[in-house]
């Protein structure tokens, strides 16, 4: 069995490290020329983890170097560029090749590459993310501005920023992360704010040198982590206030407003900076200082939309031109693109964009039915708000390995059964009015107006995979048009 993966992000590289463990030959094809993915692309400055950095390590590749808390982005990609070296992933990764189509053969995956070659896998598995292709803005103008404009993603670290007036547009967390950052470095800057969010202010001390030491022993480490477990608890409420109603949501409603009165004490700008929309339902920014810092004599917030760009800056909802050298477009993601625009033709000429035309949905994040082995990890239904990364891919990859053993065993590609497929997505969309989620539109909201994302606990998205049944898979034949070909018993 051979396993193409696309992407060397956090999820591919996670997988490619089981995939050596259980000798599995595999490759992974890489389109830019390192590992790391998002964290490659994004080093916009103040870019830090916004969880606790150490359930965002590799639980059996501890490195404990973390400089803070929530640690810079660069400490991330640092530690993701050696991972790939240390487990002897690199040899196995096909660095600037993107993979243009995957195609079905009647008995394996034909990967089609930038160059026009082709390989052939058993099993291929997109690990390509979720923020990885740059929303541009929708207003009309943005090819007229004179002066330097970048997506927060592409930020452009040979420009010299001193000086300079910029315009940041977007307050998801790329866009309070930078706004945090420039200013408390001096720089004037406009922040533009169509829609205020809730900001949770999180202090981000120093992990000390003694700490990382210390960190370094197991019991020690083991008391450590229930003690950031307990402040996780304190700071951000029990899960449960996001799944459903309750003294719990009403508790965490009270702390966010409160923290804003405490901190924002012009009551004018506070009304403006309250969101309108209910806490909880965005993904909530965090931020030691985003406060203090919109309320430096060099930061000025600019509430309301944009109406357009323009040769000398932005302007605003009441046609009021601000003036700007750069503009860094916070505007987040096409987060439900997943591998597109590579095409994926399965069997019968199902293609991924003719499956997903009315919306994403996948069988439990991981998988497609009509596509025989062709895997996701963390694809639409992922509890990309609510478990840390590796802790999500914990719970994937388990479940992947133990059906490539299937398949490896059985000689005979797997795919999820529509009625499995239907089954899960209809008792996840029926959970998900109760979330926060549904409680306004964000990025996790399809084009039907539903969130793709994880209702229910941790320990359920857990507790999914053990109790998995793999009746809810088909069989398809080795050979012959791709005809399911009944379940595996
Ligand atoms: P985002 O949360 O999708 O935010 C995009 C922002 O751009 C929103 O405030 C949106 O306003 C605004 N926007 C978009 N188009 C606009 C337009 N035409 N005019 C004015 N404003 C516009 O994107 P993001 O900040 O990049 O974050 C995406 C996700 O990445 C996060 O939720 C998080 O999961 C992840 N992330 C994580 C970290 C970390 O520390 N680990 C850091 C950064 C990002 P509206 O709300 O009005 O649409």
């Known amino acids: 069995m051979r396993v193409g993966i696309i992407g060397a992000g956090m999820s591919g590289l996670y997988f490619a490290y089981h995939l050596g463990e259980a000798g599995i030959p595999y490759r992974i094809f890489e389109k830019r020329e390192a590992p790391g993915g998002t964290w490659h692309d994004?080093?916009?400055?103040?870019?830090?983890?916004?969880?606790i950095t150490r359930s965002y390590e590799f639980p059996f590749a501890r490195k404990n170097y973390w400089s803070k808390?929530?640690?810079?982005?660069?400490?991330?990609?640092?530690?993701?560029?050696?991972f790939a070296r240390e487990?002897?992933?690199?040899?196995?990764?096909?660095?600037?090749?993107?993979?243009?189509?995957?195609?079905?053969?009647?008995?394996?995956?034909?990967?089609?590459?930038?160059?026009?070659?082709?390989?052939?896998?058993?099993?291929?598995?997109?690990?390509?993310?979720?923020?990885?292709?740059?929303?541009?803005?929708?207003?009309?103008?943005?090819?007229?501005?004179?002066?330097?404009?970048?997506?927060?993603?592409?930020?452009?670290?040979?420009?010299?920023?001193?000086?300079?007036?910029?315009g940041v547009v977007g307050t998801g967390s790329s866009g309070i992360?930078?706004?945090?950052?420039?200013?408390?470095?001096?720089?004037?800057?406009?922040?533009?704010?169509?829609?205020?969010?809730?900001?949770?202010?999180?202090?981000?001390?120093?992990?000390?040198?003694?700490?990382?030491?210390?960190?370094?022993?197991?019991?020690?480490?083991?008391?450590?982590?229930?003690?950031?477990?307990?402040?996780?608890?304190?700071?951000?409420?029990?899960?449960?206030?996001?799944?459903?109603?309750?003294?719990?949501?009403?508790?965490?409603?009270?702390?966010?407003r409160d923290k804003l009165v405490e901190e924002i004490p012009d009551p004018e700008l506070r009304e403006k900076l309250t969101p309108k929309e209910p806490l909880g339902c965005k993904r909530i920014p965090k931020s030691p200082d985003y406060y203090r810092v919109v309320q430096l004599p060099n930061v000025e917030p600019v509430f309301g939309g944009i109406q357009r760009a323009e040769e000398g800056g932005l302007v605003d909802a009441d046609g009021g031109l601000h003036e700007l050298?750069?503009?860094?477009?916070?505007?987040?993601?096409?987060?439900?693109?997943y591998m597109r625009p590579m095409d994926v033709i399965g069997p019968d000429g199902l293609t991924i964009d003719k499956m997903w035309s009315e919306g994403v949905y996948s069988y439990r994040?991981?998988?497609?039915?009509?596509?025989?082995?062709?895997?996701?990890?963390?694809?639409?239904?992922?509890?990309?708000?609510?478990?840390?990364?590796?802790?999500?891919?914990?719970?994937?990859?388990?479940?992947?390995?133990?059906?490539?053993?299937?398949?490896?065993?059985?000689?005979?590609?797997?795919?999820?059964?529509?009625r499995a497929t239907e089954a899960f997505c209809n008792g996840v969309r029926q959970a998900l009015p109760e979330t926060t989620y549904s409680l306004c539109d964000n990025w996790y909201t399809d084009q039907g107006g539903t969130p793709i994302i994880w209702p229910f606990s941790r320990q359920e998205h857990a507790d999914q995979y053990a109790a998995v049944s793999l009746s809810d898979?088909?069989?398809?034949?080795a050979r012959g048009g791709g005809v399911p070909a009944g379940s595996p018993t």
């Open 42 to 51: 994004n080093n916009y400055p103040g870019l830090h983890v916004d969880v």
């Open 69 to 82: 808390r929530y640690a810079p982005g660069s400490e991330v990609q640092r530690y993701l560029t050696e």
């Open 87 to 166: 487990q002897k992933i690199n040899p196995n990764i096909r660095f600037a090749t993107e993979v243009r189509a995957a195609t079905w053969e009647g008995e394996s995956w034909v990967l089609t590459l930038d160059g026009g070659e082709t390989e052939t896998f058993d099993v291929v598995v997109a690990a390509t993310g979720f923020l990885r292709v740059p929303k541009q803005p929708t207003f009309p103008g943005t090819d007229t501005f004179a002066g330097a404009s970048f997506h927060s993603s592409e930020w452009d670290h040979d420009l010299d920023l001193t000086g300079k007036r910029i």
């Open 177 to 256: 992360q930078i706004v945090s950052e420039l200013g408390k470095q001096g720089h004037r800057v406009k922040h533009f704010i169509r829609t205020p969010q809730w900001i949770q202010v999180k202090e981000n001390p120093k992990i000390s040198l003694v700490e990382r030491l210390l960190l370094r022993v197991p019991v020690l480490a083991g008391h450590w982590d229930r003690k950031m477990a307990e402040l996780r608890l304190a700071t951000d409420g029990p899960e449960a206030w996001k799944l459903s109603p309750g003294p719990e949501r009403d508790e965490m409603n009270r702390r966010f």
């Open 325 to 337: 050298d750069v503009i860094v477009y916070a505007t987040g993601f096409d987060t439900h693109a």
């Open 365 to 418: 994040g991981v998988a497609l039915p009509g596509m025989p082995n062709f895997f996701l990890l963390n694809g639409p239904f992922a509890p990309v708000n609510s478990v840390a990364i590796p802790t999500c891919l914990r719970d994937e990859v388990g479940f992947l390995m133990r059906l490539l053993e299937t398949i490896k065993a059985d000689g005979l590609p797997l795919a999820p059964t529509e």
């Open 473 to 477: 898979f088909e069989r398809y034949p």
